[in-house]
């Protein structure tokens, strides 16, 4: 199994995960020419993938799926709350499935085990993915940590995991006291030491990849992140990947 990322942060998410014949992306924040277009950069077709999974409704995620799905024909998954939030966006797929944050499930050689999150969005969900040997966590967007989650992201191989901001800088920041509130609060986005603090509460024995996901532009620094993350880990930071906007990051195997 490996992965890549498209990019990552508030103008865009997507990250695309391979086994065997079988090729996903997560989300598609960006518009289908765009995502088109980081595909080949890392050289793969659009016509090539398998399914697009949505994990929420918000438009840096699922903004550019519909089309993406349209101009390719590329079956969408998503759970029915966010289905709802997005109300008529994908009422003409004709290839558009549901499913349940608790229940896992399979599409061709990849295994599925969504779990929900506490975040602002309608039925929001993240994923770990299997290939029967390894597994793959993917959290980007939950404002605090549940019992539920250390356990579903526990013995994972990789991890794709949210540093979204620096609470100093976030308090500090630009942000009018409401969008503060609510990027701090319970359903909003992880800070650096909530994600650390994750990490120390999941059995990390068999973890060969981390990487920093969606940092705020704005409350964010890149060193911040893997200064929180380093000591949990054991390693330097210059050895954990943080995702960058632009180019998110390249292929990681799974061996």
């Known amino acids: 199994m490996r992965f890549a990322s498209l990019g990552s942060g508030s103008a865009g998410n997507a990250l695309l995960v391979e086994a065997g014949s079988t090729r996903l992306l997560i989300d598609c ?18 016509g090539s993938l ?11 995620h699922a903004g550019g799926v519909a089309r993406l799905s349209r101009r390719y024909q590329v079956p969408v998954w998503m759970t029915a709350g966010t289905l709802r939030a997005l109300d008529g966006a994908f009422s003409k ?3 558009l499935q549901t ?10 050689d990849i295994q599925i085990t969504p779990y929900p999150v506490p975040h602002d969005a309608r ?14 966590g993917l959290l980007t967007d939950a404002g605090s940590l549940t019992a ?10 990789a991890f794709v995991l949210e540093c979204n901001h620096d609470r100093a ?49 704005q409350n964010n620094r890149p060193e911040l992140a893997t200064a929180a993350l380093a000591p949990v880990l054991g390693c330097s930071e ?18």
């Not at 398998?50 to 840096?60: S, Y």
């Open 99 to 108: 499913f349940d944050s608790h229940v896992p499930f399979a599409i061709g």
């Open 169 to 217: 800088l976030l308090e500090n920041g630009p942000y009018p006291a409401s969008l503060k509130a609510r990027v701090g609060g319970r359903f909003g986005h992880l800070a650096n030491e909530t994600a650390a603090q994750l990490l120390a509460a999941i059995d990390r024995g068999r973890l060969q990849h981390v990487i920093a996901a969606h940092l705020s532009r």
């Open 50 to 60: 398998t399914a697009i999974l949505v994990t929420h409704e918000h438009d840096d």
């Open 238 to 255: 210059d050895e954990i990947t943080v995702a960058d906007q632009h180019t998110g990051f390249g292929w990681r195997e799974l061996s």
């Open 148 to 157: 539920h989650m250390v356990r579903t992201l526990s013995g994972l191989d």
């Open 93 to 95: 797929l004709e290839t």
């Open 29 to 46: 924040g960006f518009s289908a020419t765009e995502a088109a277009s980081r595909l080949q950069r890392i050289g793969v077709e659009p």
């Open 123 to 136: 039925e929001p969900a993240q994923f770990v993915f299997g290939d029967g040997a390894r597994r793959l």
